[in-house]
């Protein structure tokens, strides 16, 4: 995609949505402008927890191309090491 218009979902697992939910934490449009889709593996940063990229899914609607982006378990930033 070259145009920017990468419409995502992120695809979180149930006790991650509880989690949001409960403390009212909003999700940013994180590839909103991007022209390239993140990867497997890509890790994201929401209210200092990691989730990780595990699967993509491209789909089709009315309004054109999807990614579905499935995230793993969160993880906080103290229980993270990095590599």
Do not use: C, K, Y
Not at 15 to 27: E, H, S, Y
Not at 51 to 66: T, Y
């Amino acid at each position: 995609m070259s145009n920017g218009n990468l419409r995502t979902v992120l695809s979180f697992n149930t006790d991650d949505q509880a989690w949001l939910r409960r403390g009212q934490i909003a999700v940013p449009n994180f590839f909103q402008g991007h022209d390239v889709a993140p990867a497997q593996g890509d890790v994201l940063r929401i209210a200092g927890r990691q989730f990780v990229v595990q699967g993509r899914v491209w789909e089709q609607d009315s309004e054109g191309p999807l990614l579905r982006l499935f995230l793993g378990h969160a993880h906080a930033h103290s229980d993270t090491i990095f590599g």
